[in-house]
């Protein structure tokens, strides 16, 4: 399955930063880490800093998959609002993972500090009422995130007018959030693994995966054997093929970029990403040279070809939606692309063992609109369950939450 169309601006601002090794050879190691996007190499710089030797298996180029398509808005608000969590799951467990994303966020930049050029920028959020209808929502939803220590505020019609330059009924404006290039991180966390002594092979697919008492043993398409104790599934979307029942839905996101825009065209837009109410839903960021990345009009199509035929059609569709809102912006997309996403019921991510597979295959399936912060997550989450930790979230980003779902 191909996870893009179009061209994905990463990939062309970027191009192929390195190539890997190929992995031709039979090979023991301490802990295979199936899958070269984003959530593979925070998951692999983890356990290699913390002394774990870890074998990373990527079938295409490295970054290649769905990180390259993402438009790596990285905020602490789960697409499922903390109110509906709690009802689900209670407000300790809503509030715990609305937390751990914002912590995330801290995280991604100490490690972005440490990587240095990755465009790692500090940004407001502002999540708008689509409509008059949203407004009692959000508002219920920003009281609840105060009551827990959330920093967030509630903008009036008049004043996101006014500030923002567009028309909607109420926002949530929160200052934690950030953006990235993550395509970019991909390829120097990959490049710290192997400095550090970790390995990491592209062109290399993983075929068979075979769990025993005493670890795993997988084969490669090439033939080659490898032994290890622990499996990290992080074959984004493709995880899903290796578990005996559906756990997400795969669907498709489209996004545009334009050429770099005057700071007065952008005006509050430069620093603020935003989002809004209606599902699917609009979202929109910046880049650091002030080119506008929009992205949204999801739909649950996951066949390439046919994603490919939609991507001209949704990017004009996109820059319509942002010219209503701000009618002097002219918007030409420069590049368009879609790519491939997965949406969990309740918009958590699921990490760690499954049942099927036993105690040593670990899943790393950091699902949903902020799946980079989710990997974040899952990177210390997985490595505390290796080392035989408790965490806090094992247990509600685990598989066992399908049984509470159905
Ligand atoms: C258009 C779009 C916009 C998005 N916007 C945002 C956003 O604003 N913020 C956010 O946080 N997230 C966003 N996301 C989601 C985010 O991109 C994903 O959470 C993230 O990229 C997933 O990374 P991954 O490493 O899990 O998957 P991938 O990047 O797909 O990497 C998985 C890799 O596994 C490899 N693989 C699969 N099977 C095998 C095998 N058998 N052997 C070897 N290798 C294998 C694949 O080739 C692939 O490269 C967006 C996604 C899309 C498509």
């Not at 697409?79 to 912590?103: K, P, Q």
């Not at 490919?308 to 010219?323: F, M, N, Q, T």
């Not at 989450?381 to 930790?389: Q, V, Y």
Request: aromatic share 10%; hydrophobic share 40%; with cysteine.
């Amino acid at each position: 399955m191909d996870l893009k169309s179009g061209y994905p601006f990463w990939a062309v601002k970027n191009g192929l930063l390195k190539t890997f090794p190929q992995l031709t050879r039979d090979h023991l190691c301490e802990v295979v880490v199936i899958g070269g996007g984003i959530t593979g190499a925070l998951i692999a710089d983890e356990l290699n800093r913390n002394g774990h030797h870890v074998v990373v298996l990527e079938r295409r180029d490295v970054g290649w998959g769905s990180s390259a398509a993402s438009t790596a808005l990285l905020q602490y608000e789960i697409d499922t609002h903390m109110t509906e969590l709690a009802e689900r799951y209670g407000e300790a467990d809503a509030v715990r993972a609305y937390r751990a994303c914002a912590e995330a966020i801290g995280e991604l930049e100490s490690l972005a500090a440490g990587l240095g050029d990755v465009d790692f920028e500090r940004q407001q959020s502002l999540y708008y009422a689509s409509s008059e209808e949203d407004v009692a929502s959000l508002q219920e939803e920003l009281a609840l995130r105060q009551k827990h220590g959330f920093e967030a505020e509630w903008l009036e019609r008049e004043a996101i007018l006014a500030e923002y330059g567009f028309e909607a009924p109420g926002a949530i404006l929160t200052q934690l959030a950030a953006t990235i290039d993550p395509y970019r991180m991909a390829y120097q966390l990959f490049s710290r693994v192997v400095e550090r002594g970790g390995e990491v092979y592209d062109r290399t697919q993983m075929e068979t995966m075979t769990p025993d008492g005493q670890g795993v043993s997988l084969t490669l398409a090439n033939g080659a054997k490898l032994c290890c104790q622990y499996v990290v599934m992080a074959a984004g979307y493709e995880s899903q093929a290796w578990l005996p029942e559906k756990v997400a839905v795969n669907r498709s996101s489209y996004a545009l970029i334009t050429d770099p825009l005057p700071p007065e065209a952008l005006g509050k837009l430069r620093h603020t990403m935003m989002w809004e109410s209606s599902r699917p839903y609009l979202y929109m960021r910046t880049t650091c040279d002030g080119r506008l990345l929009v992205g949204g009009d999801d739909d649950d199509e996951d066949i390439p070809k046919r994603r490919d035929a939609r991507v001209e059609e949704k990017a004009k569709g996109l820059a319509a939606k942002i010219e209503t809102l701000w009618p002097k912006l002219d918007i030409n997309p420069t590049f368009s692309w879609g790519g491939t996403f997965a949406e969990t019921d309740d918009g958590l991510p699921f990490f760690g063992p499954h049942d099927a597979l036993g105690p040593r295959v670990h899943f790393a399936m950091a699902y949903g609109g902020n799946g980079i912060s989710y990997s974040m997550i899952g990177a210390k989450l997985l490595r505390a369950l290796i080392e035989g930790r408790e965490y806090p979230l094992a247990e509600l980003f685990s598989f066992r939450r399908l049984a509470k779902m159905s």
